[in-house]
């Protein structure tokens, strides 16, 4: 299997926002791949304290969604701020088939932002959060990739060590 990126540009997303949609798109492959026969008993679990299961597949979601909201100079509504503040709580009417379809919705919600930002904002202003941080356009979505990918390889690694009996 090669990876998102060596299988060429992606249909309708601008050239100077390819590696942030197949940074996406890899993250997604990556974690629909492993958790496909995760043990929902096993969702919450925090091996060595580390973040559960359960957390990355809501962070990864959110996290896409409050950045991609401040890249277009939007502050977060209170639906995101009460997402934001649930991630990680343990909840048993959550299921890992819901968790994926959440984080599948936010990735194709992302990749038609891309598809429709505008290269020439590429450097504009935004500010995150409330203390309204400095950022840019083309920075938010750097970090959207980036973000996104530090927690699927934190997935990955929690996923394996659960899965593998070490808790």
Known sequence: MSEIWLKGPLPSIPD????????????KEEIDELIKYFDEALLWKRPAGVASVGFHL????????????????EMLNEEQLTYLQNEGKEDETITVHSLLENLNRQTKRSL???????TNTLTD????GRKKLPSTVLGLLFHVAEHTMRHTGQLLVTIKIITAGLV
Request: net charge positive.
């Open 16 to 27: 100077l926002l390819q590696p942030v949609a197949h940074a996406l798109l890899q993250a």
């Open 58 to 73: 809501q962070h990864i979601a959110g996290v896409q969604d409050r950045l991609l909201t401040y890249a277009k100079g």
């Open 112 to 118: 038609e932002q891309l598809k429709q930002t505008d």
């Open 125 to 128: 202003k935004r500010e995150v």
